[in-house]
């Protein structure tokens, strides 16, 4: 079983940045696909960032792209997502997630194809 840990959220001021974490418990951390997906009240959670097992594949909500930033360290089992140009529309739950599917090359933007959830951390951007 792998646990998957948030931080890092919080209330930033429009055009502020963040930087959150997801640490995970466990060996295999090395060979997930990872995500971050977020979830604004009243909306469906929907994609953020990918990246692939070994850092070579990396994939952007056109919302976010140019403004956020996914990287992973293996050798810490975190994968972090720097959030920078921080607009009021941002605000949402956000969650990372872990891809076991070997088979993967690329990091999915589907949901139901990640395995294992964070419990989120709330990301406040006020205009």
């Known amino acids: 079983q792998v646990q998957l840990v948030e931080s890092g959220g919080g209330l930033v001021q429009a055009g502020g940045s963040l930087r959150l974490s997801c640490a995970a418990s466990g060996r295999t951390f090395s060979t997930f696909g990872m995500g971050w997906f977020r979830q604004a009240p009243g909306k469906e959670r929907e994609f953020v960032a990918g990246?692939?097992?070994?850092?070579?594949?990396?994939h952007y909500a056109d919302s976010v792209k140019g403004r956020f930033t996914i990287s992973r360290d293996n050798a810490k089992s975190t994968v972090y997502l720097q959030m920078d140009s921080l607009k009021p529309e941002d605000t949402a739950v956000y969650y990372c997630?872990?891809?076991?599917?070997?088979?993967?090359?690329?990091?999915?933007?589907?949901?139901?194809?990640?395995?294992?959830w964070g419990q989120g951390t709330q990301v406040t951007v006020s205009s």
């Open positions: 997630a872990a891809d076991k599917d070997l088979g993967r090359f690329k990091p999915s933007l589907f949901d139901y194809e990640y395995d294992y």
């Open positions: 990246i692939s097992w070994n850092g070579a594949f990396m």
